[in-house]
């Protein structure tokens, strides 16, 4: 099953690629070369020198230790929590995340090697787990999940220093190689799930527009970290609105696109799509 799509070139994987490498090179021109556009890490950071930028989820799980927050890290919050709860899905996981980077070749190597999926649990665990760290930050005051974030951790060691994070990265790849496919992601990770809570009624998504031309091959199954999001929106009945892979575990990838032979899916541009029926806005520029 080719990776490629049916252009043979995997646009929006290349291009998740330039969007992940670039946002880390933003973030690393500055202690590297003295170049400040992106100062800080992606837990807090400030643009240019002006705008503040924070994850909502560290800041959730500060106000949980009893830390009352400053004011430019509730200005940063919000605006990165609007960013992602307009744009929709987990984009944050696929199109900034470096950890994506590492899933990602877990799984291209998984199908590689015909590696079989034995270890199965529940996808709510990642929720559960959000609950858990919010708990735990409750309890001993610290922003529990921080401790041991490898995004973060990583991101801190290309500049502090590696450290520990190269195994913990290394860990990571192993779980989802060995253990379960798209299992850290998929399962585990609770920034990826409380970014698809925050991005659940977001405005742009992917749709099954010409599911007409599905010849059922499974090839999209196959590549997509979340496949059960497809199947209603791929084989609903009818036109519209039913066609909007408007879950929140989608990430939002374009690996489907890309895969996808008969060009079944596509970006679409969706204002109504999780709230009420409304006209699709496609997105022609970006097939």
Known sequence: MPDNGHAGVPRWLLLRRISQT???????????????????DLAASELAGTLPLADPFILLQSIFAGHIPETRALLGALVV????????GRVYCSWVCPINVVTDAAA????????PQD????????????????????????IAWELVNPITLFQRGLVFGLGLAPLLVLAIFGFDLLIMKHGWCGHVCPVGAFYGLLGSRGIVGVAARGRSACTRCGDCFEICPEP????????????????????PDCLNCGRCIDV??????????????????GRRIPLRNLR
């Open 108 to 115: 291209w190597l998984r199908r590689r090697l015909g590696i």
């Open 228 to 247: 059960q999001v497809i199947s209603g929106p791929l084989y609903g009945a009818g036109e519209g609105k039913a066609d909007f892979i408007s879950d």
């Open 22 to 40: 670039g946002v880390l090179f933003l973030f690393l021109a500055g202690p590297w070369w003295g170049i400040w556009v992106l100062k800080g």
């Open 81 to 88: 929590g609007l960013a992602y709860g307009v744009v929709g």
């Open 260 to 277: 996808c032979p008969e060009q079944v899916f596509h970006f679409v541009l969706e204002p109504s799509s999780r709230w009420t029926a």
């Open 119 to 142: 270890v199965k649990f529940s996808k709510s665990a990642r929720y559960w787990l959000v609950g858990v760290v919010l708990l735990v930050s409750l309890v001993t005051g610290s």
